[in-house]
């Protein structure tokens, strides 16, 4: 049987247990040992398991869960109501005040977790009442919530880059840096699209009333001092792998600490509240280990049988220039993206796609830039779309999936743009590194 025949065989199996309702995890892991056992017989068992292993147990892999810990601290510390609040003081004049200052929050949240499910369900409890209530358009506040919320796969620390840099053999460090720029990048395309809709058209996002601006000077105070731990976090834990103080596995337990301490400062440290955090990680280091050992022991045996070298070739031979090769392989991702979780795509393409993109003479670090916009956009399309489904999690009941669905479609365009402009300018995500290098 030809390495084209079998391909087509994996492909066309995985499709029809997705539709199924199979998980990710039980689909890479069944073709795996079932083509091991048709290619090699149960002598080639234990190559699938040394395979997996060893990506397992790379060291920088002990980030994952201590930053997956930190932000599920932080989510049930209440840091992101006080952040909320004090950002209503620096946002609350300007057009569409509440959605621009929930988009900073969005920021900041995302430089001091990482991971965006905790970003949707939190702003979605917080922001979108308020917005609601001061009679904002209902698309626009879900879209900015949503959007918003998506940040946390850009700006560093993130898991995504996390497990793109695991995959691709990429620095972690660099990865961090290049992605500061185009995480910006996105935010300000967001505050942008807000404040000129709401200039533009006024009711789309009436101002605050005036009494809740004008604060005594001491309520002021206390509001920005909501500001301090978020920053001191962020700082703590960026500073720290940038200033060389620590690499990134030891900057994660450093967030960890700086998590615990300004949950004690809040006083809102407690065994209720760190079993709740401990639970969580788990449950989500525990989707992505399961997908991870499923996908690198597909990865592993399609190897040596070939498949990865032939769908390298076909891909690089394709009668495009580079730049449309790259184009090809976004277009790939976003379909992906419309089906499949972000660390199944990550951990079944890379390690395709990055060989493809060193042969082309680009930067794989710029490529992982790209890689990570790209799963923004996941984050919101139909059908899978899981930034949606967490809104809905908390969102009021008239709010259906459907309106919700409805309402991301302008900031995906402006994700889309965003990836444009940083796959046509790739000096946006490549000079924070070369000032390191």
Same mark, same amino acid.
């Given at each position: 049987?030809?390495?084209?025949?079998?391909?087509?065989?994996?492909?066309?199996?995985?499709?029809?247990?997705?539709?199924?309702?199979?998980?990710?995890?039980?689909?890479?892991?069944?073709?795996?040992?079932?083509?091991?056992?048709?290619?090699?017989?149960?002598?080639?068992?234990?190559?699938?398991?040394?395979?997996?292993?060893?990506?397992?147990?790379?060291?920088?892999?002990?980030?994952?869960?201590?930053?997956?810990?930190?932000?599920?601290?932080?989510?049930?510390?209440?840091?992101?109501? @006080?952040?909320?609040?004090?950002?209503?003081?620096?946002?609350?004049?300007?057009?569409?005040?509440?959605?621009?200052?929930?988009?900073?929050?969005?920021?900041?949240?995302?430089?001091?977790?990482?991971?965006?499910?905790?970003?949707?369900?939190?702003?979605?409890?917080?922001?979108?009442?308020?917005?609601?209530?001061?009679?904002?358009?209902?698309?626009?506040?879900?879209?900015?919530?949503?959007?918003?919320?998506?940040? =946390?796969?850009?700006?560093?620390?993130?898991?995504?880059?996390?497990?793109?840099?695991?995959?691709?053999?990429?620095?972690?460090?660099?990865?961090?840096?290049?992605?500061?720029?185009?995480?910006?990048?996105?935010?300000?395309? &967001?505050?942008?699209?807000?404040?000129?809709?709401?200039?533009?058209?006024?009711?789309?996002?009436?101002?605050?009333?005036?009494?809740?601006?004008?604060?005594?000077?001491?309520?002021?105070?206390?509001?920005?001092?909501?500001?301090?731990?978020?920053?001191?976090? $962020?700082?703590?834990?960026?500073?720290?792998?940038?200033? =060389?103080?620590?690499?990134? *596995?030891?900057?994660?337990?450093?967030?960890?600490?700086?998590?615990?301490?300004?949950?004690?400062?809040?006083?809102?440290?407690?065994? @209720?509240?760190?079993?709740?955090?401990?639970?969580?990680?788990?449950?989500?280091?525990?989707?992505?280990?399961?997908? *991870?050992?499923?996908?690198?022991?597909?990865?592993?045996?399609?190897?040596?049988?070939?498949?990865?070298?032939?769908?390298?070739?076909?891909?690089?031979?394709?009668?495009?220039?580079?730049?449309?090769?790259?184009?090809?392989?976004?277009?790939?991702?976003?379909?992906?993206?419309?089906?499949? @979780?972000? $660390?199944?795509?990550?951990?079944? *393409?890379?390690?395709?796609?990055?060989?493809?993109?060193?042969?082309?003479?680009?930067?794989?670090?710029?490529?992982?830039?790209?890689?990570?916009?790209?799963?923004?956009?996941?984050?919101?399309?139909?059908?899978?779309?899981?930034?949606?489904? &967490?809104?809905?999690?908390?969102?009021?009941? @008239?709010?259906?999936?459907?309106? $919700?669905?409805?309402?991301?479609?302008?900031?995906?365009?402006?994700?889309?743009?965003?990836?444009?402009?940083?796959?046509?300018?790739?000096?946006?995500?490549?000079?924070?590194?070369?000032?390191?290098?």
């Amino acid at each position: 049987m030809t390495i084209e025949t079998i391909t087509l065989l994996v492909v066309g199996a995985m499709l029809l247990l997705m539709l199924a309702g199979v998980p990710l995890a039980w689909i890479t892991m069944a073709i795996a040992v079932t083509c091991t056992l048709a290619w090699l017989g149960p002598m080639g068992l234990p190559l699938v398991a040394s395979r997996v292993y060893g990506f397992v147990s790379e060291y920088v892999f002990v980030a994952v869960p201590l930053f997956v810990l930190m932000a599920c601290i932080l989510e049930r510390s209440g840091v992101a109501k @006080d952040l909320y609040d004090a950002m209503r003081l620096l946002a609350g004049r300007l057009p569409g005040g509440v959605a621009v200052q929930t988009t900073l929050v969005a920021i900041v949240m995302a430089a001091m977790t990482g991971i965006i499910g905790g970003e949707v369900v939190l702003l979605g409890l917080i922001a979108l009442p308020q917005m609601l209530r001061l009679g904002y358009d209902r698309k626009l506040a879900i879209g900015v919530i949503c959007a918003g919320g998506s940040l =946390g796969t850009m700006i560093p620390p993130s898991v995504v880059l996390l497990v793109y840099g695991l995959t691709a053999g990429v620095s972690i460090g660099d990865l961090f840096l290049a992605a500061v720029l185009p995480g910006l990048l996105l935010g300000s395309l &967001y505050v942008g699209y807000v404040m000129l809709r709401c200039w533009l058209n006024p009711a789309l996002g009436p101002p605050a009333p005036a009494e809740e601006l004008a604060v005594p000077l001491a309520e002021k105070l206390r509001l920005l001092r909501g500001l301090i731990l978020p920053i001191l976090i $962020i700082v703590w834990v960026l500073g720290s792998i940038y200033g =060389g103080i620590a690499s990134v *596995t030891e900057s994660a337990g450093v967030g960890c600490v700086g998590a615990l301490l300004s949950a004690a400062l809040r006083r809102e440290l407690s065994l @209720d509240m760190l079993k709740g955090a401990l639970v969580q990680t788990m449950t989500t280091v525990g989707v992505i280990i399961w997908l *991870t050992l499923g996908a690198n022991a597909f990865i592993g045996i399609y190897n040596i049988m070939g498949g990865t070298g032939y769908l390298r070739g076909m891909i690089a031979g394709l009668p495009l220039p580079p730049l449309g090769i790259v184009l090809v392989m976004m277009a790939i991702l976003l379909v992906l993206g419309c089906i499949i @979780d972000w $660390i199944g795509i990550c951990l079944l *393409t890379m390690p395709i796609f990055v060989p493809v993109i060193k042969a082309l003479g680009y930067d794989p670090v710029w490529f992982g830039v790209l890689f990570c916009m790209n799963m923004q956009v996941s984050y919101l399309t139909p059908p899978f779309g899981p930034a949606a489904f &967490y809104l809905k999690g908390v969102a009021p009941p @008239d709010v259906s999936l459907q309106e $919700i669905f409805a309402s991301v479609w302008p900031f995906i365009g402006l994700q889309v743009v965003g990836l444009s402009i940083v796959l046509l300018f790739p000096e946006i995500a490549l000079w924070l590194p070369s000032l390191g290098g």
